[in-house]
């Protein structure tokens, strides 16, 4: 089995497969995947940072490339000219530790109707697609989108919301 351990750079050299993956599989640092081949492969690579659609890996020799394709999938779309209601609903899904993938006056989550209704009670049209989903930097690439924050979910320490009275 073909073994994909290194990062390579785009150096515009041939590719000698392609794998579509999902979000998921590409916050993963070891998985097993089929390429567009058929062939099968394992990932090993460095822990902590997400595939993006685009990038290439190669195995220990640099002989295989491997580009990697984001998959299809369903997401939730809100475009807005208002950068203040658009600030809030990203503050809001920031705020459940959500992936988020941003651009001028636009982003995209992956698809949840409960969030979807929270967007819409903001006063912002949520619109279900099928689409790549490609989201900014976050801390969810340190090990698990979830909780990967840094500290226990239960927080253990406390917040002074109420110190500058």
Not at 154 to 162: F, V
């Amino acid at each position: 089995m073909l073994l994909l351990t290194q990062r390579a750079a785009d150096t515009g050299d041939h590719d000698t497969a392609t794998v579509v993956l999902d979000f998921h599989t590409r916050l993963k640092s070891r998985a097993r995947i089929v390429l567009d081949d058929g062939r099968e492969a394992g990932l090993t690579l460095e822990r902590g940072k997400l595939l993006r659609g685009g990038e290439v890996l190669t195995d220990a020799q640099g002989v295989e490339r491997v580009r990697i394709v984001a998959a299809n999938e369903s997401v939730s779309q809100v475009t807005s000219n208002d950068p203040l209601l658009f600030a809030t609903a990203c503050y809001h899904l920031g705020n459940r530790h959500v992936p988020l993938q941003i651009e001028a006056g636009h982003l995209a989550y992956q698809h949840d109707h409960v969030l979807d209704d929270m967007v819409r009670g903001l006063g912002l049209e949520v619109i279900t697609t099928q689409a790549p989903f490609e989201p900014v930097s976050g801390a969810y690439e340190g090990g698990g989108y979830s909780h990967a924050h840094g500290h226990d979910h239960a927080h253990g320490h406390h917040h002074d919301h109420h110190g500058h009275h």
